[in-house]
Nanobody, 123 residues
């Protein structure tokens, strides 16, 4: 059974930084494309970033491009999301997701999900 556990959320001021992590167990981590999604109150869950199996390929939502960086450590079964220059619109629950195909931005394409971690940006 594949399990994903996020950590690193919290409260930060506008312009600050946070680093989220997601650890995967129960599967072969290097076989997974890993992604981050987020869901703000009253909004749909939206794609944030994804990284290929080896880490050589990444893609981002336009809203976070240049501010967020996704990375992975296959020896630690971990994917991370470094978030810089945070703004109020980044407030959301952030979810880690995994699947085997690269290139998807739709939540329906990801089979495995974490429980989410809250990120709150304050002014």
């Amino acid at each position: 059974q594949v399990q994903l556990v996020e950590s690193g959320g919290g409260l930060v001021q506008v312009g600050g930084s946070l680093r989220l992590s997601c650890t995967v167990s129960g599967g072969t981590f290097k076989d997974f494309v890993m992604a981050w999604f987020r869901q703000a109150p009253g909004k749909d869950r939206e794609f944030v970033a994804a990284i290929s199996w080896s880490g050589g390929g990444t893609y981002y939502a336009d809203s976070v491009k240049g501010r967020f960086t996704v990375s992975r450590a296959n020896d630690k079964n971990t994917v991370s999301l470094q978030m810089n220059n945070l703004n109020l619109e980044d407030t959301a629950v952030y979810y880690c997701a995994a699947d085997t195909a690269y290139g998807a931005t739709s939540r329906t394409k990801y089979k495995y999900w974490g429980q989410g971690t809250q990120v709150t940006i304050s002014s």
